[in-house]
């Protein structure tokens, strides 16, 4: 990954989608198979690194109003998109100085080795550089002697035997966990040259594999690797991609609680279908007579943040545009209070300086006191999509294979600052006519 602030500047000036292949070069033979990327640097309106440090006072506290701005504008450069994140994502607090940020990230490191050097005991492949894709142990916790080289590797590490003594079951859903994090790594994100590298595709797994120790409800479910993988890429310490990771699962992990009886994106579903039948109620009820009420095809979209629907440059230009619409001050206080307290019921007075500080999204639903978390842009941003199919959908669709063949026509086609732009139009026809009814 790339800093230099001279090279930003070429880049900017050139303005071209080219240019960010220096950053994230795709591998030769999958050229023909990657989105096109619409994404592009603007001079005046990308966040560069020197508007970036420009918006921090001389003790560190940054301002978080100008910064959303230039995000919502044209997005952020690659060479600071990593630092910037850990502030859109809650991380850090913008109040704060570099000093008190300086010790916060002591402490989340050492709090991070902690949780690894647990894990290395019970797995010592960790940390190695290596990663596992087989099982390891049984669903009875008896160990699966050498079904593969790198298990191999793992019982020499071990004195022959990986840790015999899980009787714990936390232990043993974490150990059984450990080899489907390393099939879903090494298919994750694979057209890029950055996971040509074993080091990188490990350095992915390791964070993961902690995550899922660190997360005792939910642990590690299937499409966490597509939200981790451009943390690992950003940021260059194992440490910061964690924690960054870490709070960007603080907004989605309700997605991945999945059960027998319920998917974890249920209640976003059920808000679309609720926004839908109240701005396109027409549509809403073509889609019920199709037996789509329940709006299953949209799962993916809101699963692991429309990573399939484009480029990966793309992808994350809407990421941060959704972030910072998206974009609460309260955001960190309030993180902090649920590790310190079990508590988020941090609050502040909320007066016209401080709205500034809250992104277009956001601002919005404090005005009008709409807050219910499974409303996020997202959702908005699917139902935008779905209105900009009205007409095909309405006509072509017969059955559900219609209705997700004529949504699944989006991926690579879309535009991602315009599909966030269309996303606020629909939450403010929604806000308008919900409020009448």
Not at 254 to 265: K, L
């Amino acid at each position: 990954m790339l800093g230099c602030e001279g090279l930003a500047g070429v880049l900017m000036k050139r303005a071209g989608t080219s240019e960010l292949d220096v950053f994230y070069p795709v591998r030769s033979e999958c050229q023909a198979d990657v989105p096109k990327t619409r994404f592009k640097l603007r001079a005046g309106k990308t966040l560069s690194a020197r508007r970036w440090n420009s918006a921090f006072s001389q003790d560190g506290h940054l301002d978080i109003a100008k910064v959303l701005r230039r995000i919502q504008r044209g997005g952020v450069h690659p060479s600071i998109k990593g630092v910037v994140w850990e502030f859109l994502l809650g991380c850090f607090d913008p109040n704060s100085t570099f000093e008190e940020r300086s010790q916060l990230r002591e402490r989340r490191r050492e709090q991070y080795w902690t949780w690894k050097s647990e894990c290395q005991k019970m797995v010592p492949v960790i940390g190695s550089g290596k990663l596992i894709t087989a099982p390891i142990i049984a669903d009875s916790g008896q160990t699966i002697k050498k079904n593969s080289s790198t298990q191999s590797d793992l019982q020499e590490q071990n004195g022959g035997q990986v840790n015999n003594a899980v009787s714990d079951k936390k232990v043993t859903h974490w150990k059984q966990a450990l080899h489907q994090i390393g099939l879903d790594v090494v298919r994750t994100d694979q057209t890029l040259v950055f996971y040509e590298s074993q080091t990188n595709q490990a350095k992915l797994w390791d964070v993961l594999a902690i995550y899922a120790w660190m997360d005792n409800d939910i642990g590690y479910i299937q499409g966490m690797s597509d939200i981790c993988s451009p943390m690992i890429i950003l940021l260059e310490k194992e440490e910061e991609a964690f924690w960054c990771f870490e709070h960007a699962m603080r907004r989605l992990r309700e997605n991945f609680r999945c059960s027998t009886s319920s998917i974890g994106v249920q209640a976003q579903l059920s808000t679309l279908s609720q926004i839908i039948k109240v701005i396109d109620p027409k549509l809403h009820q073509h889609l019920e007579d199709l037996d789509g009420g329940e709006y299953l095809f949209a799962f993916r979209m809101l699963m692991v943040l429309f990573r399939r629907e484009f480029s990966f440059v793309d992808a994350l230009y809407l990421w941060e545009l959704m972030w910072a619409m998206e974009y609460n001050p309260n955001i960190f206080s309030s993180y902090e209070a649920q590790t310190n307290a079990g508590d988020n019921s941090v609050a502040s007075e909320i007066n016209e300086k401080l709205l500034q500080q809250f992104g277009k999204f956001e601002r919005r639903n404090v005005k009008t006191g709409n807050i219910e978390r499974h409303r996020a842009l997202a959702v908005f941003l699917v139902a935008s999509i779905l209105e900009t199919k009205n007409k095909r959908l309405l006509k072509e669709a017969k059955g559900l294979d219609d209705v997700v063949r004529i949504v699944g026509d989006v991926t690579g086609n879309l535009d991602a600052k315009k599909a966030c732009k269309e996303a606020l139009k629909i939450h403010k026809k929604y806000l308008r006519k919900a409020s009448k009814s």
